[in-house]
Every structure is written in structure tokens, then in C-alpha cells.
């Protein structure tokens, strides 16, 4: 599954475990990024070890963060998935953003190039 505009990407590619992110994701609220969160709880149901692969999303607004943040949690709830969430030092956002998530859930691996 993908979803996207000029402005940003986001892809599941199943054979690998990976969701990749890609561009400017800066929709309003938490209704438009459904797509996103259902693409995501999607891909968490095919697979023991998930990665968000972050390091080309340049910006992610609020209330993308807040849309992570909850998956995040479902994903601890549900308690048998292994989630990793790789970033980039060279994107502002995603050194603060990122650990934050890694608070809401402990055994999630972080890992920064």
C-alpha cells in the first residue's frame, strides 16, 4: 500500500517489514491522517518486527507526531511486536520527536544515522 502527494510518501513494503516515509507530511488533524494510521496498524498485523523508516521525512507537524504517538501505544498495548524507528540526525524534528516516542514505549529501538 502506498499513499502520497508531491509533498510526501509513505509506503509498506511487506517482504522486508519496513514503512517508509518520505518528503513533507503536514496534514490537518488527526482525521486526515487516518490513511496513515491505518497503513501503519496494517502493516503491525503482518509482522513480529516492524520498522518506520523516518530518515527521509524532512517535517512531520503535530499532529503527525500525535498520530505516531498513538500508534506507538497500540503497538505496547498489544504487547508482541517488536517496533524499531529509524531517523536521522541531519532532521531537527526527529532527534527530540523520536525519543519521546521511545519514553511511551521502552523496548522500541531507536536507531540514528
Known amino acids: 500500500m502506498k499513499i502520497g502527494t508531491d509533498d510526501y510518501q509513505i509506503w509498506h513494503e511487506p517482504e522486508n517489514s519496513t514503512v517508509w516515509f518520505r518528503g513533507f507530511l503536514r496534514l490537518d488533524g488527526m482525521a486526515e491522517y487516518q490513511p496513515v494510521m491505518e497503513l501503519l496498524l496494517d502493516a503491525a498485523a503482518q509482522a513480529s518486527t516492524l520498522t518506520l523508516n523516518l530518515r527521509e521525512l524532512e517535517f512531520l507537524n503535530s499532529s503527525g507526531i500525535s498520530m505516531l504517538?498513538?500508534?506507538?501505544?497500540?503497538?505496547?498495548?498489544?504487547?508482541d511486536l517488536q517496533l524499531i524507528l529509524q531517523g536521522s540526525e541531519q532532521v531537527l524534528w526527529q532527534t527530540k520527536s523520536l525519543k519521546n516516542l521511545q519514553r511511551l514505549?521502552?523496548?522500541l529501538t531507536l536507531e540514528f544515522a
Do not use: A, D, L, T
Not at 70 to 78: G, S, T, Y
Open 69 to 79: 504517538s498513538m500508534f506507538v501505544v497500540k503497538v505496547r498495548e498489544q504487547g
Open 105 to 107: 514505549m521502552p523496548s
